[in-house]
């Protein structure tokens, strides 16, 4: 079965650089979550999207932003890096409407440190 | 505000035997899922059960069961005949009810099997 894909996997940037993270869901999943892991930490969440509009923020800076596109693919923008910005970051997608509408399924995250 | 609490940071087992880590969630909710994440060194979220808490029955999924008491607001994973393989973090999570909402994580328990 077709699972969350996310790219790249792994991201090295420097301070106050700029990175893009994608996301991709499931196929006929319409709802797209953002997470973000800091070492030993549980994952927090940071922003979702249903049929291209968001649709709930938590505790997102405003140096990141996100937006999902027209094929359900998202993207998470990050500018003006910092050294607390190195984590894992976790997409997860879901589907509105089913039986389970409430279960996300993870991504594997994309690994992000910043020197 | 929903919180989640997992009690104990790490816990060990021998191969073999069973073992129990705790969660207790806060919340004004009536309906709503809780749901036992696992996360091995490859950082991977997996699921492993969920509970919807409108159902009185406690989830089974082969060696992992939930006890949940609603009452209580207690969701305890029990994992019997443990195995290597179960190494790993494993994150109690609590989602209100709705197409779209995003999942409150515990701080995680670390759980080795020893052989």
């Known amino acids: 079965a077709a699972g969350v894909i996310q790219s790249p996997r792994h991201l090295i940037k420097e301070k106050r650089e700029t990175a893009t993270l994608k996301c991709y869901p499931i196929?006929?999943?319409?709802?797209v979550y953002w997470y973000q892991q800091g070492p030993g930490q549980d994952p927090q969440f940071l922003i979702s999207?249903?049929?291209?509009?968001?649709?709930d923020k938590g505790s997102i800076p405003d140096r990141f932003s996100a937006q999902q596109f027209s094929d359900y693919h998202s993207e998470l923008n990050m500018s003006s890096l910092e050294l607390g910005d190195s984590a894992l970051y976790f997409c997860?997608?879901?589907?509105?409407?089913?039986?389970?509408?409430?279960?996300?399924?993870f991504g594997p995250g994309t690994r992000l440190t910043v020197t | 505000a929903q919180t989640v609490t997992q009690s104990q940071p790490e816990m060990s087992v021998q191969e073999a035997e069973t073992v129990t880590l705790s969660c207790t969630y806060d919340?004004?909710?009536?309906?709503?899922?809780l749901f036992w994440y696992k996360q091995p060194p490859s950082r991977q979220m997996i699921l492993v059960i969920r509970?919807?808490?409108?159902?009185?029955q406690n989830a089974t999924e082969n060696r992992f069961s939930v006890n949940f008491q609603k009452a209580a607001k207690s969701f305890s994973l029990k994992i019997s005949d443990s195995q290597l393989g179960d190494t790993a973090m494993y994150f109690c999570?609590?989602?209100?009810?709705?197409?779209?909402?995003?999942?409150?994580f515990g701080a995680g328990t670390r759980l080795t099997v020893k052989p």
């Open positions: 196929p006929r999943h319409d709802t």
């Open positions: 999570a609590f989602m209100k009810q709705g197409p779209i909402v995003d999942m409150r």
């Open positions: 999207f249903y049929e291209k509009m968001q649709s």
């Open positions: 997860a997608s879901s589907a509105s409407t089913g039986t389970r509408d409430y279960e996300q399924y």
């Open positions: 509970q919807e808490a409108y159902k009185q």
């Open positions: 919340t004004s909710e009536n309906n709503y899922y």
